[in-house]
């Protein structure tokens, strides 16, 4: 692991795929409200602090070689976030459409399963986040 003293591989608003299964260490529902790419990462939609029962997904592990959005460099961007991984990570649905076919797949597959597992309608889109180190993870696309 790195030291917080060195300077992060990734960034925040980074896509990245996991080398190794990762374990969901919480989920945030949110409800979409629009497709303005203008505002920056997750302003894309209302992000409303909608409670959601995790009991049912959390633990659970998300497949390698699945695509996550660096949510947080931490501690750096998330000083508060009590955890030993050096990234907080987020399996967010509208980067999706970023991705090569073959990541693409993977992660929507995922996704959709996980999905199922909350009995989430179309209105709420969950968010599943997870940690991990520096090493579990390999870098796909940076933000501009």
Do not use: C
Request: hydrophobic share 40%; aromatic share 8%.
């Amino acid at each position: 692991m790195l030291s917080h003293s060195l300077i992060p591989l990734f960034k925040m608003g980074d896509l990245v795929r996991s080398r190794v299964d990762l374990p969901i260490a919480h989920t945030l529902r949110a409800r979409y409200e629009s497709t303005t790419r203008d505002s920056i990462y997750l302003q894309w939609f209302s992000v409303q602090n909608i409670p959601v029962d995790s009991s049912p997904v959390q633990g659970l592990p998300i497949k390698r070689g699945v695509v996550f959005e660096v949510d947080a460099v931490l501690p750096w961007d998330a000083p508060s976030e009590r955890t030993s991984k050096q990234y907080r990570l987020v399996l967010n649905p509208r980067r999706l459409e970023e991705l090569a076919v073959p990541d693409r797949q993977t992660s929507e597959a995922e996704f959709a399963s996980l999905r199922i597992i909350l009995a989430e309608d179309d209105r709420n889109i969950p968010f599943f986040y997870v940690n991990a180190d520096e090493e579990e993870l390999e870098l796909l696309a940076r933000t501009k």
